[in-house]
């Protein structure tokens, strides 16, 4: 699978993007797919993910309540929604996937458990 992220851009603390991602290949439906943010000099970090039948979502305690993940397996598409923007927020969001996934693999937060990345999509929030 392949993954292409788009949705990224300048915005003001409280505004709202969607980031999505894109993916080709077959695989695609049978991955636990997840979002992730680096910013400068801080480590990548897990924002959130979903299962690959869509069924089980996981957040990190910094985006759970503003943001939302979905995923349409027929579009091979997975979005993040991002709500209530605020300065800390600014990354760049990778999306990422995990195609070893079966239907009872938890949807994981370590970076080192996704094996396919996207090239990342740059959210700048202004205060």
């Known amino acids: 699978v392949q993954l292409q992220a788009s949705g990224g851009g300048l915005v003001q603390a409280g505004d709202s993007l969607r980031l999505s991602c894109t993916a080709s290949?077959?695989?695609?439906?049978?991955?636990?797919m997840g979002w992730f943010r680096q910013a400068p000099g801080k480590d990548r970090e897990f924002v959130a993910g979903?299962?690959?039948?869509?069924?089980?979502?996981r957040y990190s305690e910094s985006v759970k309540g503003r943001f939302t993940i979905s995923r349409d397996n027929a579009k091979r598409t997975v979005d993040l929604h991002v709500n209530i923007l605020r300065p800390e927020d600014s990354a760049v969001y990778y999306c990422?996937?995990?195609?070893?996934?079966?239907?009872?693999?938890?949807?994981?937060?370590?970076?080192?458990?996704?094996?396919?990345w996207g090239q990342g999509t740059q959210v700048t929030v202004s205060s």
């Open positions: 290949g077959p695989t695609f439906g049978r991955s636990n």
């Open positions: 979903v299962s690959r039948n869509g069924a089980r979502t």
């Open positions: 990422a996937a995990n195609t070893r996934s079966i239907l009872t693999t938890p949807v994981d937060d370590a970076p080192e458990n996704y094996n396919v």
